[in-house]
């Protein structure tokens, strides 16, 4: 490992393909840095066939993965095949090899991540996985090193550049929702089952593995409240934007003495809110820290060169500590125990859309209910549809609980319809 230090690549993919052109053009200033040589020496595929870069001498190509796991001159193991299975036996095995691991895999670290770390701690190795959320922003590191000073209270991001391109479609320019998915799907943003994306688990992915460091506490899947883009129903953008609010899928966690919450949900997000500007297949976290107040990290959070640009960035590091010998040293023990904050606990204000039938005494009855359940109202407003019989409401409440929020819904039902309901973020700006 003197003056060289060997990588083997699994996965030659859209980011693997950017690793090995990131290794290849950047191999000058790696040297700089670091005073060794780094290159990959095996590359571990799935079909022969396929067409591969031409910076890679074909001999190079495997397609079995123990010959690389197995071979004592790899130093650093970088997992970009994806999946779960493959990819955390993988990890597992270089690990127990004593070999520095990099993945840019959040199904893995979501699912798997806390018992990999505690591995990657027992065999005194380096696992990082930069890449596994928001692509090219490197916010692991920030959580890791750069706010490590800090307390952090709350954490809001567009994670899923997937679901971000559509709603920035849909309401920009008027594009249908099939139409936006099937671009974002082109532009290769999408996952190969976009489902993940829409139905808002990529982004429950990533939201367990930030709210797990960002809190020092170990989040589970099943912690988050997911609610995907299927909430959203016709005119719900623009009722957003006529109360001075923007829809975004929204990945939110906040930590307070009675534990934390942790969803990813389509919200009403105030314009003069940051995170309202993010347009696009754009990524963006906005966290605020006790100390520092609010900090926001954006850039591209999916693509070849971004992405590889945060898993190259993994490398640089793992080949540091190789140097210094200090591998493995990080803490990732959690500091805290996992308290997850019962829905009587969680605080927002909520936008609720009911279709009622337009005769006296029905809003009388609907606010009933909220005075019931002690669900204090801002404001209501009563549309009447032309020749129905029937009128839209759409209330917009106070600071009252998750939990009374789902009773009123649940009450509703009897006398309404319920067409839509979202969480508020934020003040309103017009
Ligand atoms: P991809 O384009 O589908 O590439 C996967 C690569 O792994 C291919 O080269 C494939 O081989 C190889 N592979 C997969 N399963 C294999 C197996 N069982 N045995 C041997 N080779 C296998 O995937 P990707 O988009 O690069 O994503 C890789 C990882 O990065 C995933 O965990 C993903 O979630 C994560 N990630 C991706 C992005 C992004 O923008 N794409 C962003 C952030 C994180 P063949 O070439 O022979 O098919
Ligand atoms: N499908 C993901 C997204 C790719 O749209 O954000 C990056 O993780």
């Not at 270089?94 to 505690?118: I, P, R, S, Y």
């Not at 009563?382 to 009128?391: D, R």
């Amino acid at each position: 490992m003197n003056n060289e230090i060997s990588i083997g690549l699994l996965g030659l993919g859209t980011v693997g393909s950017g690793v090995a052109r990131i290794l290849n053009q950047h191999q000058q200033d790696l040297h700089h840095k670091l005073g060794v040589q780094v290159s990959i020496k095996k590359v571990l595929i799935k079909d022969e066939h396929k067409e591969r870069l031409s910076i890679l001498d074909r001999n190079v190509f495997t397609t079995d993965v123990y010959e690389i796991l197995n071979d004592p001159s790899i130093d650093i193991i970088v997992e970009v095949m994806g999946g779960i299975e493959e990819a955390k036996q993988s990890i597992e095995s270089a690990l127990l090899a004593g070999k520095q691991v990099v993945t840019a895999n959040k199904d893995v670290m979501a699912e798997h991540g806390h018992e990999l770390l505690k591995l990657a701690d027992r065999e005194r190795c380096d696992l990082f996985y930069e890449a596994s959320v928001a692509g090219g922003i490197p916010i692991i590191r920030t959580l890791e090193d750069g706010l490590a000073s800090d307390r952090i209270s709350s954490l809001m991001g567009i994670v899923n550049g997937t679901t971000n391109f559509i709603l920035t479609k849909m309401k920009q320019e008027n594009m249908s929702y099939e139409k936006a998915l099937a671009q974002a799907t082109e532009f290769g943003y999408a996952e190969a089952d976009p489902s993940s994306d829409v139905d808002g688990l990529d982004a429950a992915r990533k939201m367990v593995i930030l709210s797990s460091l960002a809190f020092s506490t170990e989040v589970h899947l099943e912690d988050v409240l997911v609610r995907g883009m299927k909430e959203i129903q016709d005119g719900d953008l623009e009722l957003a934007n006529s109360f001075g609010y923007t829809m975004k899928m929204v990945g939110t966690s906040k930590k307070d003495e009675e534990g934390i919450e942790v969803s990813v949900e389509p919200i009403f997000l105030a314009n003069s809110h940051l995170l309202a500007s993010v347009n696009n297949e754009f990524n963006a976290v906005y966290i605020y820290g006790d100390t520092v107040g609010e900090t926001m990290l954006y850039g591209p959070g999916a693509g070849s060169l971004p992405t590889a640009t945060s898993v190259v960035s993994d490398i640089i590091a793992a080949c540091r500590n190789l140097l210094l010998e200090v591998n493995g040293k990080r803490v990732h023990a959690a500091q805290h125990k996992r308290v997850i904050k019962p829905a009587n606990c969680c605080y927002a204000k909520y936008f609720h859309r009911l279709l009622v039938k337009d005769e006296v005494g029905m809003l009388t009855k609907l606010t009933s209910i909220y005075s019931k359940h002690n669900a204090s109202l801002q404001s209501v407003m009563q549309h009447p549809i032309k020749n129905e019989g029937m009128a839209e409401v759409i209330l917009l409440t106070h600071q009252i609980s998750r939990q009374q929020h789902l009773d009123v819904i649940e009450n509703l039902e009897g006398i309404a319809s319920i067409i839509s309901h979202y969480r508020i973020e934020g003040e309103e700006s017009a």
